[in-house]
C-alpha cells in the first residue's frame, strides 16, 4: 500500500481538516449556551437547539483526527517512540493545559462546573476533572488518548493492512462501543446515577470508538479514501437521516431547550459524527486530489494550533460577552450576536494562539542559550 496516493498529501491530512472543523464548531457551543441562558422565545430555542446538534461532532473528530495524524506520523517513520511522543505531548499539548486551567481556575472561577473549589484540594481536584471552564471536560478526555497511544500503536501493526482483521476490529468495537451507550442511557443520562457518575463523560471509553477507526482510517487508507469519495452521497443521506434524528430526540424534551439533553452517547449521535467525520475527510480527499496547495496549507497551518485556541476559546468569549455587553444585543438579535461573538472569538483565539507559541519558543531558545 502506497504511503501517499497524492504528492500534495504531505501538506496536510484527514487529521488535519477533522481538526479545524472541530475547533471551529466547538467554540459556537458555549456562545449558545449564554444566549439561551438569558431567556429566549421557543422559536429562537428551537433554533438553537438545531443549531447545536449541527455542531456536536467536535469531539469525535478530534479524537478521530488526533489518531489518523499520530498513527501516520509514526507509520512514516517506521517506529513508535513512546519516550518522544510524550516529550513532544508535554510541550505541545500538556504544558498549555495546565496554564489555561489554572488561568481559568484563578481568573475566572465562575465559569466552574458542578461545585467551585474552596481548598488546595479542591482546586486540584477541579484541575484534574476538567471542571475548571465549561470545556476543559474534553481535555481531560483526550489526554487518556494521548498517554494510552502505545495501545493504538499496537492494534495498527496487528490490523497492519490486512482488510479482513481491520473489519473484525471495527464490528467488534461498534458492538462493545453500542453496548457501552446502552448503559450510558440507561444507568447515566437521567438514569439512577445522573449526578454521581457524571465523569463518566470524559473516560476515553466514552469516545473510543473514533479514535479506533481514526486508526483504521489511516492503516486501510486505500479502501477508506475510496469508500468515503465513491460513497459520498450515501454519508450525505446518513448525514442528513442522523441530524433529523438527533433534532426529534431533542425536540421530545419540550421547552426550554436545554443542551445537556443532546448529549455525545447515544447511537443517533455516535451515527451523526461518524458521518461528519467520513464528509470532512472526502472534502479533503478532494482537495488533495486537486491539489489545493492553499487551501492545504491554510488547514495545515490552522491544525496546527487548534488545540491551543481551543483551550483559550472560553477565554475570550467571555472578555468579548462581557466587554462588549454582548448580553443586552442578545436579548434583541440573538442570532447576531451570536455569529458575531463567534467570529471574534474564533479570530482571538487562533490569533492569541499563533503568538503564544512563538513567544513559547523565542523564550525556550533564550533559556536553553
Given at each position: 500500500m502506497k504511503k501517499y496516493q497524492f504528492k500534495t498529501y504531505q501538506i496536510a491530512d484527514i487529521g488535519d481538516y477533522l481538526k479545524v472543523f472541530a475547533c471551529t464548531a466547538v467554540m459556537a457551543?458555549?456562545?449558545?449556551?449564554?444566549?439561551?441562558?438569558?431567556?429566549?422565545?421557543?422559536?429562537?430555542?428551537?433554533?438553537?437547539?438545531?443549531?447545536?446538534?449541527?455542531?456536536?461532532?467536535?469531539?469525535?473528530?478530534?479524537?478521530?483526527g488526533i489518531l489518523y495524524t499520530t498513527i501516520r506520523t509514526n507509520d512514516e517513520q517506521g517506529s513508535f517512540s513512546y519516550q518522544k511522543h510524550m516529550q513532544s505531548n508535554w510541550s505541545n499539548l500538556f504544558v498549555p493545559t495546565i496554564w489555561w486551567m489554572l488561568i481559568y481556575l484563578l481568573g475566572m472561577p465562575w465559569l466552574q462546573q458542578v461545585n467551585y473549589f474552596h481548598n488546595f484540594a479542591s482546586l486540584c481536584w477541579q484541575f484534574i476533572n476538567g471542571n475548571a471552564a465549561p470545556h476543559l471536560w474534553?481535555?481531560?478526555?483526550?489526554?487518556q488518548f494521548i498517554i494510552l497511544m502505545p495501545l493504538f500503536w499496537w492494534l495498527s501493526r496487528y490490523v497492519d493492512h490486512d482488510l479482513k482483521r481491520g473489519i473484525w476490529i471495527a464490528v467488534l468495537t461498534f458492538i462493545l462501543y453500542f453496548a457501552w451507550l446502552y448503559f450510558y442511557d440507561y444507568y447515566v443520562f437521567h438514569g439512577?446515577?445522573?449526578?454521581?457518575?457524571?465523569?463518566?463523560?470524559?473516560?476515553f471509553?466514552?469516545?473510543?470508538?473514533?479514535?479506533?477507526?481514526?486508526?483504521?482510517?489511516?492503516?486501510?487508507?486505500?479502501?477508506?479514501?475510496?469508500?468515503?469519495?465513491?460513497?459520498?452521497?450515501?454519508?450525505?443521506?446518513?448525514?442528513?437521516?442522523?441530524?433529523?434524528?438527533?433534532?426529534?430526540?431533542?425536540?421530545?424534551?419540550?421547552?426550554?431547550?436545554?443542551?445537556?439533553?443532546?448529549?455525545y452517547y447515544k447511537p443517533s449521535m455516535t451515527l451523526y459524527c461518524l458521518a461528519v467525520i467520513a464528509l470532512v475527510s472526502a472534502f479533503?480527499?478532494?482537495?488533495?486530489?486537486?491539489?489545493?496547495?492553499?487551501?492545504?496549507?491554510v488547514f495545515h497551518f490552522l491544525a496546527?494550533?487548534?488545540?491551543?485556541?481551543?483551550?483559550?476559546?472560553?477565554?475570550?468569549?467571555?472578555?468579548?460577552w462581557r466587554g462588549l455587553n454582548m448580553q443586552y444585543h442578545a436579548t434583541f438579535h440573538p442570532f447576531l450576536t451570536f455569529f458575531g461573538t463567534w467570529l471574534l472569538t474564533?479570530?482571538?483565539?487562533?490569533?492569541?494562539a499563533y503568538f503564544l507559541h512563538v513567544w513559547w519558543l523565542k523564550t525556550k531558545n533564550l533559556v536553553q542559550h
Open positions: 457551543q458555549p456562545i449558545m449556551a449564554m444566549i439561551m441562558g438569558i431567556g429566549q422565545p421557543t422559536h429562537t430555542q428551537d433554533i438553537f437547539g438545531i443549531f447545536y446538534n449541527l455542531v456536536k461532532y467536535t469531539a469525535p473528530a478530534f479524537i478521530f474534553y481535555n481531560t478526555m483526550m489526554l439512577i446515577h445522573e449526578h454521581d457518575w457524571y465523569l463518566l463523560d470524559r473516560i471509553i466514552s469516545f473510543f470508538i473514533y479514535g479506533v477507526y481514526g486508526v483504521l482510517a489511516w492503516q486501510l487508507r486505500s479502501y477508506y479514501n475510496q469508500l468515503v469519495t465513491k460513497y459520498w452521497w450515501l454519508i450525505v443521506f446518513l448525514f442528513t437521516v442522523c441530524f433529523i434524528w438527533t433534532n426529534i430526540e431533542l425536540q421530545k424534551f419540550g421547552h426550554p431547550i436545554n443542551f445537556n439533553n443532546a448529549p479533503c480527499l478532494h482537495q488533495v486530489k486537486k491539489k489545493s496547495q492553499t487551501s492545504l496549507k496546527t494550533y487548534a488545540y491551543r485556541a481551543y483551550l483559550s476559546n472560553v477565554f475570550w468569549n467571555q472578555l468579548v474564533w479570530i482571538l483565539s487562533f490569533t492569541s
